[in-house]
């Protein structure tokens, strides 16, 4: 089956920087993509990795290694607006979409 | 450019009652259309996806149903409304994959509470 795991929920503090994991295993990749989605609200695209390496947008950077099945999601100068839950999601072989649960990230002042 | 937009945002309806989501899209054409559920503290469920006018394909057997009656709108329909169906309802579109990375952009949601 077609699997993603990311933590359920983190916990940073206001002016840090956290780190999110997502692992997957798909059958066949055309790329990975973070969403951000705050209580309530709908998902927001954040990024898009389809190659190897880093991509860096502002305070927010994603690394994606295709061999290891394996990307993260870096947030840097933590805002207590950055308080939402980030969406890992994989295109498979046939550009079907597959969605992580979620990582639910707390800022604390 | 482009935007879309979905209704009701809000929406409580008794079991068995029927239900109608509404989603239109404007600024493209011919757009991948997507409904998605989230139930409380969990991840995305694709209902229903659809590459053209009259084209739906289902992800899930249940009491749902979809249609997409014009090329940038798409409708999310229930005759009986079940418990289960509560959750928060998303619309999203996109481009076709390879014309783009093919990111979706989402609508503002619909809650369904059903009693």
């Known amino acids: 089956g077609q699997n993603i795991d990311q933590p359920t929920e983190m916990t940073a503090t206001e002016g840090a920087i956290v780190q999110i994991n997502c692992t997957y295993q798909?059958?066949?990749?055309?790329?990975l993509f973070w969403y951000q989605q705050h209580a309530g609200e709908a998902p927001t695209f954040l990024s898009y990795?389809?190659l190897d390496g880093l991509e860096e947008k502002g305070r927010f950077s994603s690394f994606l290694s295709r061999s290891k099945g394996y990307s993260y999601l870096l947030l840097k100068e933590l805002q207590m607006k950055d308080s939402a839950s980030y969406l890992c999601?994989?295109?498979?072989?046939?550009?079907?979409?597959?969605w992580g649960a979620g990582t639910k990230l707390i800022i604390k002042p | 450019s482009q935007t879309i937009h979905q209704w009701p945002a809000t929406l409580v309806q008794p079991v068995g009652s029927p239900l109608s989501l509404e989603c239109t899209v404007e600024g493209t054409s011919n757009p991948n259309l997507y409904w998605y559920r989230q139930a409380a503290g969990r991840g995305l469920q694709l209902l229903f996806y659809?590459?053209?006018?009259?084209?739906i394909s289902s992800e899930v057997p249940q009491n749902l149903s979809a249609s997409r009656p014009q090329d940038r709108q798409f409708i999310l329909s229930s005759k009986k409304l079940l418990l289960s169906d509560s959750g928060f309802y998303l619309c999203?579109?996109?481009?076709?994959?390879?014309?783009?990375?093919?990111?979706?952009?989402f609508g503002e949601g619909s809650r369904l509470t059903v009693l």
């Open positions: 999601a994989v295109f498979d072989s046939n550009y079907q979409l597959i």
């Open positions: 990795n389809v």
């Open positions: 798909t059958s066949g990749f055309n790329g």
């Open positions: 999203a579109w996109s481009v076709l994959p390879g014309h783009g990375t093919g990111e979706l952009f």
């Open positions: 659809s590459v053209g006018i009259g084209q």
